[in-house]
């Protein structure tokens, strides 16, 4: 792990806010750089319903426009002499981090838990869960 790159994937939740506290330490104790991710989920639409005003191409850009300039807030609050890189990427989260992962071959990935439970946690895609279940480097989940 030493000499490589924390991936701190962020949704600009406060539970993501919260990791990012602990990506920081743990890339200032191992002297490495921090990689701040967003992925934007890729917008699905279906004919049948003909009421999109934009093109599902349009709304993925929207969204990634919106990302940027909530990316470029987040760089202006943190305050740290680490060297941070930022990504913005579109498709399915738990792909896109660890794809991510793989290409930088960062030393850890340290990402927020959601907290869901029981019947939620059935039903939605846990994607700390994933993250650490199919990463091949170590995973710091942060509730």
């Known amino acids: 792990m030493r000499g490589k790159d924390i991936l701190w994937p962020t949704d600009f939740s ?19 750089g921090l990689r701040i991710l967003h992925v934007v989920d890729q917008p699905v639409a279906d004919a049948s319903y ?11 850009q929207s969204m990634e426009k919106a990302a940027a300039e909530s990316m470029h ?5 943190l305050d740290t002499s680490l060297h941070v890189e930022t990504i913005i990427r579109r498709g399915d989260p738990v792909e ?11 030393g850890m990935i340290v990402l927020a838990s959601h907290g869901r439970s029981g019947l939620s946690h059935f039903l939605n895609t846990n994607v700390s869960e994933e993250i650490a279940n199919q ?3 170590p995973v710091l989940v942060v509730k």
């Open 50 to 60: 003909q009421l999109l005003v934009v093109t599902p191409e349009e709304l993925a």
């Open 96 to 106: 896109e981090i660890l794809t991510e992962a793989k290409d930088a071959e960062v």
């Open 135 to 137: 990463a091949t480097c």
């Open 14 to 32: 406060a539970t993501a806010s919260h990791a990012l506290r602990y990506a920081i330490d743990m890339a200032n104790h191992y002297k490495v």
């Open 73 to 77: 807030k987040l760089l202006a609050q």
